[in-house]
């Protein structure tokens, strides 16, 4: 069914020159459709091809102290993924020509022979190891096309003042399907935004700003991804040597608890958010030729009835795929059942926040869980067949007792892929504000998870050392074969 999403034209009154492309590539349109010129978007809807829409997905960043410092070049990243980000804010965008670049899959991608429009507008995602690289490429490319510049993401969503800059017009914080595309609507008629969960920028200056209460609505549900916009990156969207080919899913925005060093919280104001069901099963359907469907939700079983229902769905579906997705140990103690339904479902690989193997040092993370279930919660699903992805971390005030003690843990247990990622406050987070005053590294390029940016208990070249050999001795477990997951360090 061709639904009209607009019957006006309307244009931004962004500048002169943006104006004036806009009425040129308008004049140009065909056919016209009951009077009005009309174009196509992939999905059949039809609107008035307004503003051109560039989303940037950084390259591949981050500066490594191992390497710089003591040349240990052994901490490698070791997935890459589909910007699903990016696909879901074009979802929402339909009636615009949009495009996705992402320069992790392909270097030149901003060259002018690549682009296929001048951008009207770009929009630009970046964690926070990448945000240093969103400025940069904002500045170049604000010079370039005096284009509107809106940042989003995580942090963006972390620390949205970090962002006040002369190139950047508009920092998204948190969800931003709906959000952005009630921008680019005020946008394209000309007015000033003022839209909750949007900060508006003034020549480097951040105006007011109202926070957004995120719903479902700002899932936009009945829009799915446009994961059509990388297709033709699509074979090297890949959790090298476990899941193969690999395609992402969102299930779930936020979470149900508020770990002091997790960032997910912000993303959502503290709200544990979900897709329907069917939309989550409709993606899932749409990845197509994949080998293995990871959920990028925090948390995916935060709501067992919808879990529950989901799994059913799944089998119903006859998706015969590995699924990959994270889960709280808690929430398999408390519901072993759920999991063997999912099991039956493709769960192929659970990934575990197992953080910490002391009480202790849980209990200060905030993480409100204990040892013995993550324990408890491995050997459920190792019974039931169901692989480990386990996530631990090192904290900078590690000795080389609790080095060992991690070790023996890690060895002694049925984790299929130890991850342990060094402990990094997060600006925007609580354990940030604990931290904030013995942080000794605050360049933003360093905030990978690999480096430790307040001083480390142990010498420091030592320190590495013994983080670089445990990681290479749990990644090995990645090229020994098998089908297992695999995990970004979150
Ligand atoms: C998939 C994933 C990856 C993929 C990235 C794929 C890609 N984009 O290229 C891979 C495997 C490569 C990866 C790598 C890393 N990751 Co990662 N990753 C994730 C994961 C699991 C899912 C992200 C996702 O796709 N979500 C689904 C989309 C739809 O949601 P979203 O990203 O939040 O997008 C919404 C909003 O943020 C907003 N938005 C996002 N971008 C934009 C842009 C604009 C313009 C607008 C308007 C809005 C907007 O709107 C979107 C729709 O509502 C998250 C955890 C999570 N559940 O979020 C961690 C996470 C993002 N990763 C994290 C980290 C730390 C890393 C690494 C540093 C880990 C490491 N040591 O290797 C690297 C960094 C990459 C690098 N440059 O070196 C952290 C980020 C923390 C932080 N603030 O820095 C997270 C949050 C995990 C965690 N719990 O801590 N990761
Ligand atoms: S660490 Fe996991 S359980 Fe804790 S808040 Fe983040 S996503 Fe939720």
Not at 46 to 69: D, F, K, Q, T, V
Request: with cysteine; hydrophobic share 40%.
């Amino acid at each position: 069914m061709e639904i009209p999403l607009r019957v006006t034209v309307r244009y931004v009154s962004i500048d002169q020159r943006s104006h004036r492309r806009l009425m040129e590539k308008n004049a140009g349109l065909a056919p016209i459709i009951n009077g009005s010129q009309r174009v196509s978007d992939n999905y059949g809807r039809y609107a008035l091809p307004n503003m051109n829409i560039l989303l940037i997905n950084p390259p591949n960043c981050g500066r490594s102290i191992p390497e710089e410092n003591y040349g240990i070049t052994r901490i490698k990243m070791i997935f890459r993924g589909e910007p699903l980000s990016l696909e879901t804010l074009a979802g929402n965008l339909g009636g615009h020509p949009v495009a996705i670049v992402d320069l992790k899959a392909d270097p030149l991608g901003l060259s002018p022979e690549r682009l296929p429009f001048t951008p009207d507008v770009v929009g630009l995602t970046g964690v926070t190891c990448e945000a240093n690289t969103v400025l940069a490429i904002s500045e170049e490319l604000k010079a370039r096309f005096g284009t509107v510049v809106v940042v989003g993401g995580h942090h963006a969503s972390c620390d949205p003042g970090f962002f006040s800059r002369p190139y950047v017009d508009y920092v998204v914080v948190g969800l931003g399907k709906l959000s952005f595309r009630q921008l680019i609507d005020t946008l394209e008629a000309g007015g000033k935004p003022d839209i909750p969960g949007v900060l508006n920028i003034r020549e480097g200056v951040q105006e007011s700003f109202t926070p957004r209460c995120y719903t479902t609505a700002d899932l936009v549900d009945d829009r799915p991804p446009r994961y059509d916009l990388v297709q033709q990156h699509r074979d090297t969207y890949v959790m090298s040597g476990v899941g193969g080919k690999t395609g992402f899913v969102a299930s779930a925005f936020g979470c149900t608890h508020s770990c002091a060093f997790c960032c997910i919280p912000n993303m959502t104001e503290n709200r544990y958010l979900l897709h329907s069901n069917a939309s989550v099963v409709r993606d899932v359907m749409a990845l197509g030729d994949v080998n293995t469907i990871r959920l990028v939700d925090a948390n995916t079983f935060g709501d067992v009835g919808m879990a529950s229902d989901l799994a059913d769905r799944l089998i119903q579906a006859g998706v015969r795929k590995p699924l990959v997705a994270d889960v709280r140990s808690d929430t398999v103690v408390r519901n072993p059942g759920l999991f063997e339904r999912w099991r039956k479902a493709g769960l192929a690989v659970a990934v575990i926040g197992f953080e910490e193997i002391s009480d202790q040092r849980l209990s200060q993370l905030n993480k409100r869980n204990t040892v013995q279930t993550n324990i408890e919660a491995a050997r459920i699903l190792k019974t039931l067949g169901i692989r480990i992805v386990g996530d631990f971390i090192v904290s900078p005030d590690y000795e080389e007792a609790d080095f060992e003690r991690l070790e023996t843990f890690i060895q002694q247990s049925d984790i299929d892929l130890p991850i342990p990622a060094i402990l990094t406050p997060i600006p925007g987070t609580p354990l940030y504000e604990r931290m904030r005053s013995h942080i000794i590294i605050d360049n933003l390029d360093y905030y990978t998870f690999t480096n430790a940016v307040v001083a480390t208990q142990m010498a420091e070249a030592h320190f590495y050392q013994r983080y670089a050999g445990l990681l290479e001795h749990c990644l090995s477990h990645l090229h020994s074969g098998g089908s297992h997951g695999g995990k970004e360090n979150d």
